[in-house]
């Protein structure tokens, strides 16, 4: 069935550092994939997305670009602030077969910055 | 603020008891989807409502059960309750059943003492 692998955390960085959260998935037919982000005490956020090969999402300064030749789908920042703590997840949707568009989740990488 | 409205935010119950966790969805939406989350498990699918009828199944428990009315308000039932069972339950909506972004409720955190 499908999966995610999401790198192993929690991730610890200063202010201004650059974030990468590594992604990547198994699936049988052609996934969208997703990151989403969970702030303390709060529900998911969807922080961007990509629906095929090549295909960058972005959006508040993360990136992930959609390789299908690694199935991988990793998160960056270039510059991390304060606000950005929280646990994001990676996540694919896989419309072949029956699943129609259940979200399968990685594990959820928590990440810290400080000041 | 995504538009899903998920009650109770807390819930604390006993062993053997039965719950009933709701969810509105986001004006427009017709897929209901039902998640679990907890320490152990991760975030789990459990099952997804399209317009009233159910469209898939995930690890959802025997034990659970599900619907979604009319106005496609959905309801999560939990019954013969088990420690085992607190976590958080998030609920989320979408337009349509492909490839759409799931929009997600704030939960429901369930404790079973």
């Known amino acids: 069935g499908d999966s995610v692998t999401q790198m192993e955390g929690p991730v610890t960085l200063s202010e201004e550092a650059f974030l990468t959260i590594n992604c990547t998935y198994t699936?049988?037919?052609?996934?969208?994939l997703f990151w989403y982000v969970q702030y303390p005490g709060e529900g998911l956020q969807l922080l961007l997305k990509?629906?095929?090969?090549?295909d960058k999402g972005s959006n508040k300064g993360f990136e992930a670009t959609y390789r299908k030749e690694t199935t991988s789908f990793h998160l960056e920042k270039g510059s991390v602030q304060v606000s950005d703590s929280a646990v994001y997840f990676c996540?694919?949707?896989?419309?072949?077969?029956?699943?129609?568009?259940?979200?399968?989740f990685g594990q959820g990488t928590i990440l810290t910055v400080h000041p | 603020d995504s538009g899903v409205t998920q009650t109770p935010k807390h819930l604390i119950t006993a062993t053997g008891q039965r719950v009933t966790l709701r969810c509105s969805p986001r004006?427009?939406?017709?897929?209901v989807y039902w998640y679990q989350q907890s320490l152990d498990q991760g975030l789990q699918f459990l099952i997804q409502?399209?317009?009233?009828?159910?469209?898939a199944k995930g690890n959802i428990l025997e034990r659970f059960s599900a619907q979604q009315f009319p106005d496609l308000h959905s309801e999560l039932n939990l019954s013969s309750l088990e420690l085992g069972d607190s976590a958080l339950y998030f609920c989320?909506?979408?337009?349509?059943?492909?490839?759409?972004?799931?929009?997600f409720g704030p939960g429901t955190r369930l404790t079973v003492l």
């Open positions: 004006s427009g939406d017709l897929s």
């Open positions: 990509a629906t095929k090969a090549d």
């Open positions: 996540a694919l949707t896989d419309a072949g077969g029956t699943s129609y568009g259940k979200l399968t």
């Open positions: 409502y399209y317009n009233g009828e159910e469209r």
């Open positions: 989320a909506s979408s337009v349509e059943s492909l490839y759409n972004e799931q929009f």
């Open positions: 699936a049988t037919g052609y996934p969208s």
